[in-house]
C-alpha cells in the first residue's frame, strides 16, 4: 500500500478488489432480487433468471461495485490512519493490474494537522457589564409606554389628569386626512382618510410631521415635500409634492403608574413593584449575560482564525459554501421571492464566509480535543435551565429541550464553545473593557 502526496492536503492510493469477489455478490444479488421480482406475465419468483440477470445485471453491478471499492477504501485509510475530508474521487486503473483483480485510483484530501500556538502571547479585549438601577428604570419606561392609552386633547383622563393645550405635541396619536399632489396630478400612495401615526416617532417624512405639529383638531395646512432620492416609492423619488393635510383628532399620551395595579398586569400576582423591579432585573441580567457571551465569543473567534494557520480542505470548502447557498435560497423563498431555487448567486459570494467557518470549525475541534473541553452533562443542563428561567413554566422548557436530540446537540454545541471561550481568555492576556448598559444593547 502505497499513499502519495499529490499536494499538501491531497492524495492518492490504489484500492483493489478481486473480481472473483465482485461477480459471486452480483451473482447472489441477483438471485436474491429474483426470488421477489415481480413482471408482468410471471407469477413472483418465477421471472427467468437469464432476464432477471439481462434486466438487472448494470445496475446491480454499479451497486456492487461502489460498495466494495468504498469498502476497499475504508480499510486502505484505516489502515494508513489517514483522516479523510470530503469524498474521494475514483478512477479506474488498468496499467500495471493483475488480471483478477479490479484496480481504481482514489484521490481525496485529507484533513490538516492543525498546530494550536501558545495563546499567552495573544492580547484580547473582555467586554463587561452590569444592570444598574437606572437598566431598570428605562425598561420600565418602556412597558409603560407600551400600555400607553390617549386620551383626546381637552378631555381629562379618568384619573383626572389633563393636557397642557390643544395643540399637536410630541408623543401625541394624530389621525390625519391628507392628499398629495406632484405637478397638479395625484399619485398612488398619495391620499388618505383617518390615518392615525404618533407624532414624533419618525415614522412620518420629517416636513410631514413638521406641517401637523402645532396644529389643533379641525386645522388645516398646505406645504411641500421633497421625497428622498432613495424613497421606496420610486415613482415620487427625488420628486417634491405638494399636499394638503387636515388634522381631525389629537390625543395625549397618559402612561400608567409604577403601582400595585401596574405589576399585577405584568404577572406580579400580589402586585409587589419591589418583586417586579427584581424581575426585571433578573431578566436583564440574563439578557446582558447572553449579549457579553456572544461578543466575547466572536472576539475569541477572531483571534483564533489569526493567530492559528490551516490549510483548509478544498472539499469542505466547498461542502459549506453549498449549505450557504441552500440556505440563501430558503430565506428568499421565506421573502416571498417567485423562483428562489433558480436565483443566480454565484459561489464566490460564500467562499469567505465558508472559509471561515471551516477554518474556525478545524481550530475549535483541535483544541476541544486537547484540551477536554467538550460539553458536560452538567453544564448542559445548566445552559438549558438558564433559558428556561424566563418562562412561566420552566420544566416545559427543559422537557421540551431534551426531548429532541438535535435540540438537545444545538445546546451542546453552544456549551462547547462557551468553554472554547473561557479557555482562551484564561490562556491569553486579557484585559477587561466596561460597556455601559445602553451601550451593550444598542440604544446609542
Known sequence: MTVETLDKLQRR??????????????????????????????????????????????????????????????DVTTTARLRVAGSPQ???????????????????EVYPDVQIPDLSSQTIERVTASVDEAA?????????????????????????????????QDGDRVTVDFEGRIDGTAFEGGKAEGFTFVQGEGRMLPE????????????????ELHFP??????????????????????????????????????????GDVQRLR?????????????????????????????????????ALVQNEMNELMVSARQDLAERGMKDADKAPLPPELFKEQAERRVRLGLIVSELVKQHDLQAKPEQVRAYVEDLAASYEQPQDLVRWYYADQERM??????????????FVFAQAQTTDKALGFDELMGRN
Do not use: C, H
Open 13 to 74: 492510493v490504489t484500492v483493489t478488489v478481486p473480481k472473483a469477489a465482485v461477480q459471486s455478490e452480483i451473482n447472489s444479488r441477483l438471485k436474491s432480487l429474483s426470488r421477489t421480482l415481480r413482471l408482468p406475465g410471471f407469477r413472483p419468483g418465477k421471472v427467468p433468471m437469464a432476464m432477471v440477470t439481462q434486466r438487472y445485471a448494470p445496475s446491480v453491478e454499479m451497486e456492487v461495485l461502489q460498495d466494495k471499492i468504498g469498502n476497499a477504501f475504508y
Open 90 to 108: 475514483f478512477t479506474p486503473k488498468t496499467e500495471g493490474v493483475e488480471a483478477d483483480v479490479m484496480a481504481f485510483d482514489a484521490v481525496f
Open 136 to 168: 431598570i428604570d428605562k425598561t420600565l419606561d418602556v412597558l409603560r409606554k407600551q400600555r400607553t392609552e390617549f386620551i383626546e386633547r381637552g378631555q381629562a383622563a379618568p384619573g383626572g389628569q389633563t393636557s397642557e393645550g390643544l395643540e399637536v
Open 208 to 223: 410631514f410631521e413638521a406641517a401637523t405639529k402645532g396644529l389643533q383638531a379641525g386645522q388645516s395646512k398646505i406645504f
Open 229 to 270: 432620492e432613495d424613497y421606496q416609492g420610486r415613482a415620487v423619488a427625488g420628486k417634491t409634492a405638494q399636499f394638503t393635510l387636515k388634522v381631525t383628532k389629537v390625543e395625549w399620551p397618559l402612561l400608567p403608574q409604577v403601582d400595585a395595579d401596574f405589576a399585577k398586569a405584568l404577572g406580579v400576582a400580589d
Open 278 to 314: 427584581d424581575d426585571i432585573r433578573g431578566n436583564l441580567e440574563r439578557e446582558v449575560k447572553s449579549r457579553l457571551t456572544q461578543r466575547n465569543k466572536l472576539a475569541v473567534m477572531e483571534l483564533l482564525q489569526k493567530a492559528v494557520p490551516v490549510e483548509l480542505p478544498s
Open 409 to 422: 446537540a444545538q445546546a451542546e454545541a453552544i456549551v462547547m464553545e462557551n468553554n472554547v471561550t473561557d
